[in-house]
C-alpha cells in the first residue's frame, strides 16, 4: 500500500509516498529511507521501494528540497548538507509514525545520495543498515574526471559570477544538468547522461534538465570519502557498477576497500544507469537480500 506523505526538514515541506507491506509485526514494520540522486525525482526511486515493500520492509521515498514535489528554494538547488538533513529528518519523521518499529531504520541511497547515506550512517547511529548503490564517494576527483579540463575554468568563472549577482540580490543562474552538446557548460556531462535522462525525465511532469550552478560548486566540494570508515559498525552494502563513468568505479571500489566490517560488496555489470534498467533486478534483489537479512532476521 502506498500512500502520500510529507515531513518537515529546516522548514520545508518534503512530499513523497510512504510505503506499507501487506501484514505489519505488532512491534511494527522495519523501514527504509529512500530518496534520488543529482537532479532525479522520487518516480525513479519508486521500483526500488516496491520490491522492499514486497518482502515486508516499509518505505519513506520523497523528493529532495527544490525538486519534484517538494517545496524549498531556489528551485533545482543540489545541496548535499540540505538533502542529508532531509535524511536525518526522514529518520525522525518515520520513528513518529504508528505501525513502525523506530528501532529498525534503514537508509538506501542512489548515485549523489549514495554518497549521502554514507555521511549519515557514520554520524546518526539510529541507522540499523545502509545500502550504497553507484555512489559518488569523491566530489573533487569526479568533478575533475567528469568535467572536461577546458571547461573547468569556464565553470569556475561562472560560479564566481553568480555568487556576485546573487548577492547582488539576483536570482541564481540555473544551467542544464545534461546536453547532447560536447561544447555546452552543463552539470553532467557525458551522452550517456543526457540519454538516460532525456528517455525518463518527461515522464515525469516535475523534472526538469536543469539544477542552480551553484549545485556544480557544492559537488565539487562535497567529500563523502571522509566518512565511509566511520559507517562501521553499521552494516554497509555498496552496489557498484563495473563500468560506471559517472561515479567512477575505481573511485567507489576505493572507497569500499576503506570502509570497515561489517561490508558487503554487489559488482554489478554495465555503467551508472544498468541499476536503473538491465540490472535492476539484481541491484534491487540485492538490496532486498540484504535489508530483509538486517531487519527482519
Excluded at 522495519?30 to 520490491?51: C, D, N
Excluded at 566530489?139 to 561562472?158: K, Q
Excluded at 536570482?171 to 525518463?200: C, F, R
Aim: charged share 20%; proline share 7%; net charge negative.
Amino acid at each position: 500500500m502506498r500512500v502520500d506523505t510529507e515531513f518537515l526538514s529546516n522548514g520545508v515541506t518534503l512530499r513523497g509516498w510512504l510505503y506499507r507491506p501487506e501484514t505489519t509485526p505488532a512491534t511494527g514494520a522495519p523501514l527504509v529511507v529512500m530518496t534520488h540522486g543529482f537532479a532525479g525525482v522520487k518516480e525513479w526511486v519508486a521500483p526500488f521501494a516496491e520490491v522492499l515493500a514486497a518482502a515486508g520492509l516499509a518505505c519513506l521515498v520523497y523528493d529532495h528540497p527544490g525538486f519534484g514535489t517538494s517545496d524549498g528554494a531556489p528551485r533545482y538547488e543540489v545541496n548535499p548538507q540540505a538533502q542529508i538533513d532531509g535524511y536525518r529528518d526522514a529518520i525522525t519523521f518515520a520513528q513518529t509514525l504508528d505501525g513502525i518499529d523506530p528501532d529498525r531504520i534503514a537508509v538506501w541511497g542512489t548515485s549523489y545520495a549514495g554518497a549521502h547515506v554514507l555521511v549519515v550512517a557514520a554520524t546518526d547511529r539510529r541507522v540499523r543498515a545502509v545500502v550504497s548503490q553507484v555512489p559518488l564517494t569523491d566530489g573533487w576527483t569526479t568533478f575533475s574526471r567528469l568535467v572536461p579540463p577546458t571547461m573547468i575554468p569556464m565553470l569556475h568563472e561562472a560560479i564566481a559570477a553568480d555568487r556576485l549577482a546573487v548577492a547582488a540580490g539576483k536570482p541564481h543562474q540555473t544551467i542544464k544538468a545534461a546536453s547532447d552538446d560536447p561544447t555546452e557548460m552543463v552539470a553532467m556531462p557525458g551522452l550517456e547522461v543526457y540519454q538516460w535522462l532525456m528517455d525518463n525525465g518527461p515522464r515525469v511532469a516535475t523534472w526538469r534538465n536543469e539544477v542552480t550552478l551553484s549545485s556544480v560548486d557544492k559537488f565539487q566540494s562535497y567529500a563523502p570519502e571522509a566518512f565511509v570508515r566511520r559507517v562501521s559498525p553499521t552494516p554497509l552494502l555498496m552496489i557498484v557498477a563495473d563500468q560506471d563513468t559517472l561515479t567512477p568505479t575505481d573511485i567507489a571500489l576505493a572507497r569500499y576497500q576503506e570502509a570497515l566490517e561489517p561490508k558487503q560488496l554487489e559488482l554489478v555489470p554495465g555503467g551508472h544507469f544498468s541499476v536503473y534498467g538491465e540490472q535492476f533486478d539484481r541491484a534491487a534483489g540485492a538490496a532486498r537480500a540484504f535489508l530483509t537479512g538486517r531487519l527482519l532476521g
